[in-house]
């Protein structure tokens, strides 16, 4: 069941596994977890007045302003599976969209890993050709190097996996999260976790804290 803290933007950087936190805390508070990408995907399958404008900004190859961008995610968050609550989560959030989304007992949870620990977990994952696994060299290695043990296609390291982009895709974090994350440090409301572990354990000690609030 949802509870009176359950409103939540969940902020992690790239390899701290934010989703899969989202979706598992979603879970345990009986709340939707939703992101940015869902938001406007959302906007734009329901055939809104905000998806119309949305979709003739992406037509012409625009970013869409900042204003329709917040105001597709409260339009989101304001549908009748989210009254309730959310959990809602990025990797590279806008203080705009979360100060549109303070309201009574909302809470900004920090994933916290290293940029040496997300860098080792991202630069080591290898996807499959074929089934489309994702595999990792050291957490999760193949039998045979570079083989897929599901359906034995040839494995791919991304570009998106390489070092100098990790390294630019932390940058952005920390450039977009660092403002965000004062903020709510200097307003009592951030709740920081290490997520240098897995997500049921980081799950279970978000919920234990959120239950105590």
Do not use: K
Not at 34 to 58: K, N, P, Y
Not at 106 to 130: I, N, P, Q, S, Y
Not at 161 to 187: E, I, K, N, W
């Amino acid at each position: 069941m949802a509870t009176a803290v359950a409103r939540l933007a969940l902020i992690g950087p790239p390899g701290a596994e934010t989703a899969e936190v989202a979706y598992r805390l979603a879970g345990r508070l009986g709340v939707p977890s939703i992101s940015m990408v869902d938001a406007v995907q959302s906007a734009v399958r329901t055939g809104s007045a905000l998806g119309d404008e949305l979709r003739r900004f992406m037509n012409a190859g625009q970013a869409p302003p900042l204003e329709l961008v917040v105001a597709i995610v409260r339009r989101r968050l304001g549908e009748p599976d989210a009254v309730d609550g959310f959990v809602f989560w990025t990797e590279s959030p806008v203080l705009a969209v979360l100060r549109a989304l303070e309201t009574s007992g909302f809470h900004v949870v920090e994933l916290v890993l290293a940029d040496a620990e997300a860098a080792r977990r991202l630069t080591g994952r290898r996807l499959c050709r074929g089934c489309g696994r994702v595999w990792h060299v050291e957490s999760a290695p193949t039998q045979v190097d570079g083989v897929c043990d599901r359906c034995g296609s040839g494995l791919v390291h991304r570009e998106d996996d390489r070092p100098a982009a990790v390294a630019r895709q932390l940058g952005v974090h920390h450039l977009h999260s660092a403002p965000v994350l004062a903020r709510y440090r200097f307003a009592g409301s951030l709740i920081s976790v290490d997520a240098a572990r897995p997500a049921e354990e980081i799950t279970t000690e978000l919920a234990g804290r959120l239950a105590r609030s």
